[in-house]
């Protein structure tokens, strides 16, 4: 079932149970409301007509002149009865075929069957001592007895017999009016309500179908696929980190591609000169001398120092090699491994000077052999990417809770633009630094991997001395 369908069946359901409530709600409370009204008229018409009884008997000083006369309790009955003065003809026709005493007439089943009873058919009259006057002898049992009292006594009762209070046909065609036209309300509402959870479906639903499109055409290789940023809401946000997430991807493959281009070239360089040389010995034309083997040696040299960083590089990058960490001082190591250096930058005649602005020592928790590969892999650039008479400068310092070291060397320099990108695999600056200057360009990718290990910073900028400054930050213990 796709989300379309759970989101329209989902708002159309919602919509449906709060609109059944409220049509039962309200059905409920005008049936109550309607009751009460009709109660209060029937207790109203009660009161009437006991008045008038009362009114009755004090001007005819008894019962004797209505009960004589059956048609004038009829027209009494009807008379306080605001909506029809005169009985039913069915009514007066069936009274006058049966004793005078006999109140309410016998109904016929054809009459039974309605579903109200004239408010007159339900009223006796008893004397005082509750002896009937007008009435039914088997209906008794039922009556509620209202008394009738003239000058503060009782001279009779007023009998109600049980019934439904609607006594009008007028009260029964409103409630049946108001019935089906809160039905129809009801279904309207619905329909408006599916067409409305359509839309809403069919408006959300389309965002995620897009997602979901979108995400098959990513697992397919197609890292190129975008998707509109069209709200600010969580599907607007959802769609802009899927449009970050294939950016990602997509740079991802594009460095995979490159990388696997960027080895094959460099595995290819070394190997096909060790080839030509090689055919050239075997063809002749090189004699195999001592020279012709220190040639073949450098390139094989060449091409482990290759496979080596590419090793080391894939170990740093999965979090293969190995860090044994220990508080130690990172300046006597970095002193020991600029002295090892020493020789060959005075070779090049490169002036080193060093700055410490440290007062004591100054303690991080590092492995010192991957320190020492950092120092060694940064100092070896600097020499290799150096013009001979130029100058280099090592600076270490401490500033608030990082220890501080640069390596700032003399020209050649490096622009903006390759700036950024040092610490990618495989970049050189051409023409100044190359593969004839250095190695493959993997050096600083380690040198980046080792410091992200003891959770510092390694960045490259322009030095003072017009050459390349390398910024190194690393946190002090404790």
């Known amino acids: 079932m796709s989300i379309r369908i759970k989101l329209f069946l989902a708002f159309l359901l919602t919509t449906f149970l709060v609109v059944m409530g409220m049509h039962f709600f309200t059905r409920w409370s005008l049936e109550r409301g309607f009751t009460e009204f009709i109660e209060k008229r029937q207790q109203e018409r009660l009161d009437k007509i006991i008045d008038v009884l009362e009114e009755y008997y004090t001007d005819h000083h008894g019962w004797d002149d209505l009960t004589r006369n059956k048609q004038d309790w009829v027209a009494l009955l009807w008379h306080t009865d605001p909506h029809q003065r005169r009985p039913p003809q069915w009514i007066i026709e069936q009274a006058r075929q049966e004793p005078d005493q006999w109140w309410p007439p016998a109904i016929t089943s054809e009459k039974a069957g309605k579903r109200w009873m004239p408010f007159g058919l339900r009223v006796m009259l008893l004397d005082a001592d509750q002896s009937i006057l007008f009435g ?62 359509w839309f809403l479906a069919y408006h959300l639903g389309r965002p995620l179908k897009q997602i979901a499109a979108a995400a098959k055409q990513l697992a397919t290789g197609d890292y190129k696929t975008r998707l509109p940023v069209i709200s600010n809401d969580e599907t607007g946000q959802l769609a802009l980190n899927f449009n970050n997430m294939a950016a990602a991807l997509d740079q991802a493959e594009q460095s995979r591609r490159r990388w696997v281009a960027d080895i094959s070239h460099e595995l290819r360089t070394p190997l096909t000169i060790l080839r030509g040389e090689l055919e050239a010995v075997l063809d002749g034309v090189h004699p195999l001398n001592h020279e012709t083997i220190e040639s073949l040696s450098s390139d094989v040299m060449r091409l482990n120092r290759l496979t080596e960083d590419l090793y080391q590089l894939a170990l740093s990058d999965q979090g293969g090699l190995s860090y044994r960490k220990t508080l130690l001082d990172p300046v006597p190591l970095l002193r020991d491994d600029l002295a090892t250096f020493a020789s060959d930058f005075n070779n090049k005649e490169i002036d080193i000077k060093w700055v410490s602005r440290l007062f004591k020592s100054t303690l991080v928790n590092a492995d010192p052999d991957r320190l020492s590969q950092l120092f060694r892999n940064l100092l070896s650039n600097s020499l290799h990417h150096t013009d001979p008479g130029g100058r280099m400068e090592v600076t270490v310092q401490r500033s608030g809770g990082k220890l501080i070291i640069e390596l700032a060397d003399s020209s050649p320099g490096v622009s903006e633009q390759d700036i950024t990108h040092l610490f990618d695999r495989f970049y050189r600056v051409d023409p100044s630094r190359n593969r004839h200057l250095g190695g493959a360009g993997l050096g600083l990718a380690i040198c980046s991997n080792i410091v992200k290990a003891h959770e510092g910073t390694l960045t490259a900028s322009h030095s003072h001395l017009e050459g390349l400054l390398i910024h190194i930050e690393l946190p002090i213990a404790g």
């Open 136 to 197: 039914r002898e088997e209906l008794l049992p039922q009556l509620d007895l209202y008394p009738i009292q003239s000058k503060y006594q009782t001279v009779g009762f007023l009998g109600l017999l049980p019934g439904n209070p609607v006594s009008q046909a007028s009260d029964i065609y409103f409630m049946e009016q108001q019935t089906n036209l809160f039905f129809w309300i009801a279904t309207v509402m619905i329909l408006l309500s599916a067409l409305i959870a």
